[in-house]
C-alpha cells in the first residue's frame, strides 16, 4: 500500500538552497527526494535518541528495582502461564 503525498512549501536561506540544488544535481538527487530523505532521517535520529534516554534512565534508576513480572504475580496470588515464560 503506497503513502499518500503530500505538498506543503518551505523557506530556508538562499545559501542552503543553493549548495542543496548543486549536491542534488551532482549525485542526481531530486530536491523534494533528498528533503523527504533528510526529514525522515532526523526523525529516526530522534526516536533513536529518545529510546536511548529511555533506556538509560532504566539502566540508572529502575534496573535495580526491577522485578520480575511472573515473581510478581505469584506472590499476590496471579497464576501465570509458565509455557510462555520469558527471559528474566
Known amino acids: 500500500m503506497g503513502s499518500k503525498m503530500s505538498s506543503f512549501t518551505i523557506q530556508m536561506d538562499s545559501e542552503i538552497k543553493n549548495e542543496l540544488r548543486e549536491v542534488c544535481d551532482k549525485e542526481g538527487y531530486k530536491l523534494n527526494k ?29 534496573k535495580a528495582t526491577a522485578v520480575n513480572l511472573d515473581e510478581f504475580a505469584e506472590s499476590i496470588g496471579v497464576k501465570t502461564n509458565k509455557a510462555h515464560k520469558g527471559k528474566s
Request: hydrophobic share 40%; net charge neutral; no cysteine.
Open 34 to 62: 533528498f528533503i523527504e530523505k533528510a526529514v525522515k532521517n532526523e526523525l529516526t535520529r530522534r526516536q533513536l535518541q529518545n529510546d536511548y534516554l529511555i533506556y538509560a534512565n532504566y539502566m540508572a534508576n529502575e
